[in-house]
């Protein structure tokens, strides 16, 4: 009622201002075209203006927003409008592919109500304002996306946990996800998704837990999926060395918790060197030689590696000979393995078979130029009482190191120095 008396009163109060005007000066208007001229004053004029418009209005509207006969103009101008979205919408894809983030993201959102199908236009918008730093903006066509499309709530948060991931909202993207495989458990997407969050978190034990479903739904490249398990087991491995805070626990216990800790493991886990050298390093560590011999041995029989021979020569046994007349076994296939030559000079160190161990020594050198290595040869030297071989076996270890150093320019030598003075 307020409302109503308010406009009364502004519609008397411009009538009585407009009245006043007109009795002031009605002013004057002419219209010309060839012969024909119309004459008439100003208020008429405006007063013609008004209706024609009001007349256009009404006209108009019956015209597109009625169901007349007329509809087909109607139509007309609802297939424009599309055909303009859908232009508008190629040109923002395409932009979006350039890099044109600003471009994109204000074609893309412009067109989106008229087009074919919004969700389209409104992640690529996100997509778009996200990677020009408008964190705000991506989460409006987000919500504008959920809004055209509640359907699609699954691609639009899977979306949104990619932009959460792109912007190192880790935590964010991980309740995300988890709340989403809970239910998708087959989806690829997601769980390649949950995998990159919990790499990048160190959660190498949610990593580990979705392992079987990354394999099982090929979520992953094969490639891939083998160096991030490869990743993952031997993280969790390494997260053995590092025992509970105040505890320092029994050689026996720790040994039967790394073989409890190894049984969880999948198969594959002893396809991969540096998985089954970290667990036989650990369990010699933990004097649990007896089980890494079996697991060496078993390992080295199906598949020989560089990586794994050397520990077979650092296990402690009551009976070191049986160790080195297996690894001598193995010297009739691998002679030209530089790992096996330094395992059969541990293992002779052991056996107190000093010169064969020296000759070990310097065949693996021979094969394979190493600085621990080196090392172990020049301390058993010095154990030999053969100080001057010991020391050329550290110069040469010092040479072969100093040949990969970057050339840079060197001072003269002391000597040569003083003898110019």
């Known amino acids: 009622m307020k409302r109503i008396f308010l406009l009364l009163l502004i519609a008397l109060v411009l009538g009585a201002w407009a009245g006043q005007m007109m009795m002031t000066d009605s002013g004057y208007v002419l219209m010309a075209y060839n012969q024909t001229t119309v004459e008439t004053t100003l208020w008429v004029f405006l007063v013609g203006i008004a209706l024609a418009f009001m007349i256009f209005h009404v006209v108009f509207n019956l015209l597109f927003n009625l169901n007349l006969p007329t509809g087909k103009w109607r139509l007309w101008r609802s297939a424009s409008r599309k055909r303009n979205a859908r232009k508008k919408t190629l040109q923002g894809l395409l932009a979006l592919s350039e890099g044109q983030w600003q471009k994109a993201q204000n074609a893309l959102t412009r067109s989106a109500e008229d087009a074919d199908i919004p969700l389209v236009n409104y992640i690529a918008a996100a997509k778009a304002a996200h990677e020009n730093g408008d964190a705000g903006s991506a989460d409006e066509m987000l919500k504008k996306a959920l809004e055209a499309s509640p359907d699609a709530s699954l691609a639009i948060s899977i979306t949104q946990a990619q932009i959460q991931v792109s912007r190192g909202q880790l935590e964010a993207a991980l309740a995300n996800l988890l709340k989403l495989r809970r239910k998708q458990p087959k989806n690829k997407q997601i769980l390649a998704l949950l995998a990159d969050v919990c790499s990048q ?65 999948p198969k594959t886990a002893a396809n991969y060197d540096e998985v089954v050298a970290e667990y036989v390093s650990q369990l010699i560590d933990a004097k649990g030689d007896k089980p890494a011999e079996e697991l060496l041995k078993q390992r080295l029989e199906q598949k020989w590696s560089e990586q794994l021979i050397p520990l077979y020569g650092l296990l402690q046994t009551a009976k070191p000979r049986k160790l080195y007349q297996q690894a001598q076994q193995w010297l009739a296939k691998h002679e030209q393995s530089a790992g096996l030559q330094l395992a059969l000079a541990r293992l002779a160190c052991q056996c107190e078979l000093w010169t064969e161990a020296v000759a070990f020594y310097e065949a693996s050198l021979a094969i394979n130029p190493d600085l621990e290595v080196c090392a172990e040869l020049a301390r058993l030297l010095h154990q030999l009482d053969q100080p001057e071989k010991a020391a050329l076996v550290m110069n040469q270890a010092f040479n072969e190191v100093s040949s990969h150093l970057p050339n840079l320019p060197t001072p003269k030598p002391a000597l040569a120095a003083t003898s110019v003075k």
Do not use: C, F
Not at 211 to 238: D, G, H, I
């Open 201 to 265: 978190l160190h959660d190498w034990q949610g990593v580990a837990d979705i392992l079987p479903a990354l394999r099982q739904y090929e979520a992953l490249p094969a490639k891939q999926l083998e160096n991030l398990e490869r990743t993952t087991l031997l993280a969790l491995l390494k997260k053995q060395r590092t025992p509970a805070a105040g505890k320092t626990p029994e050689p026996d216990h720790q040994v039967r918790h790394l073989q409890s800790v190894w049984v969880t493991m």
